[in-house]
């Protein structure tokens, strides 16, 4: 089952540069007014994809250093409430590798 098409109402036009208008705006297989749901997402995805090269884009407000912060293992902290020693096999499973 294919996805209805979207509103023009929708979708967010100014993603859309004039090269992928009539792909987007003009599908014959649509009813008229209709926006092609497929070739809507491609077109976001690949302006998403250019501003990630630009670097453009980001996700937030976090640093790098931030981001990079090792994060404390959840059974670490789980065994030293119940007294057991940090460096037992039992909280760090990788410990038969070393």
């Known amino acids: 089952?294919?996805?209805?098409?979207?509103?023009?109402?929708?979708?967010d036009q100014k993603l859309v540069p004039s090269a992928w208008k009539k792909a987007v705006f003009s599908n014959?297989?649509?009813?008229?007014?209709?926006?092609?749901?497929?070739?809507?997402?491609?077109?976001?995805?690949?302006?998403?994809y250019r501003a990630l090269g630009r670097r453009a884009a980001n996700a937030g407000r976090r640093s790098h250093r931030q981001a990079a912060a090792p994060r404390e293992r959840p059974g670490l902290?789980?065994?030293?409430?119940?007294?057991?020693?940090?460096?037992?096999?039992?909280t760090t499973p990788l410990?038969?590798?070393?």
């Open 77 to 90: 902290a789980h065994s030293a409430r119940r007294g057991a020693s940090a460096e037992s096999p039992a």
């Open 95 to 98: 410990s038969s590798a070393r």
């Open 28 to 48: 014959p297989h649509l009813p008229p007014g209709a926006v092609d749901r497929d070739a809507y997402v491609v077109c976001v995805l690949e302006q998403l």
């Open 1 to 11: 089952m294919k996805a209805k098409p979207l509103l023009p109402r929708e979708v």
